[in-house]
């Protein structure tokens, strides 16, 4: 009698959310990856993307959920209406950042209002930025294996990088050892650039064949033995064939006519007009 009466329940809250589908018309918008699905076992290419609503506004509104980094999470979780076979946290952090811009463009157009202060004058000005203008920087160089997020990297002096670009997890796995440092209130609490190239490198070989997979080890040859030159082309290497979502804006000064690039953060603030308040 109860497992009847719980699947009559069942039904009539299935019944009622198929009608309240039908009453709004769902839309759904399909992004195509910047890594092209190259580094996922899947294959996927893209992925299916909703507007927000109003759980998600509690969501961008709700500082613990903030401060705790599960914003973000549960905005992809909600919005992503289908992954295709993605793995959330295998996801490259440049193909969330398109899903991002993906759902804000959605959700409220492309115009995107910021104030932006001058470094060179320190003057505010409004700027009215088009994402439609962006574009995405889609993975060129293959790894090692497909579907797998390993790629070589092999410097003119003979060292060889096994790497891979940071995913969702890297970025947790960076996030909390940056709260733990702040936990224990350490000055240089936050990431740095060797921390974020330690959790890419997945081993190092020398010229002689040794290798070196521990990332303890890695870190410390990262930031203790490794010539700044070499961690600096490295890093260049990353940076250029990085799949990501290209959100560089070119500012100019009204007052002083100074010229910089400005990227664009991906923030709560991202997600709401800036007459907000």
Known sequence: ????????????????????????????????????????????????????????????????????????????????????????????????????????????????????????????????IDLNTFKQKYLEIDPITVGKNIFIWVSDDGFKFKFRFLTNRDQKILQEEERIRKAQKKADYESSMTDVISQMILSITNKNGKEIVSRDDIKTLVKQYLDVKLIKEFADYVNDNKPDYDMAYDFKCRSCDHIAKIYVPVTTEFFWPRSRS
């Open 1 to 128: 009698m109860e497992q009847n009466s719980t699947m009559l329940a069942d039904a009539l809250a299935k019944q009622r959310e198929d009608a309240l589908k039908e009453f709004v018309n769902i839309m759904e918008e399909e992004v195509i990856l910047p890594s092209l699905g190259k580094v996922y076992e899947c294959g996927a290419k893209s992925i299916k993307v909703r507007p927000m609503r109003g759980v998600e506004e509690d969501i961008l509104t709700n500082q613990k959920l903030v401060r705790n980094g599960r914003a973000f999470d549960l905005l992809l979780q909600n919005c992503v209406t289908e992954w295709n076979g993605i793995g959330f946290d295998e996801l490259l952090y440049g193909d969330m950042n398109t899903i991002f811009a993906a759902i804000r463009s959605i959700s409220l157009g492309s115009d995107y209002g910021v104030n932006i202060q001058c470094e060179e004058c320190g003057e505010k000005q409004d700027e009215d």
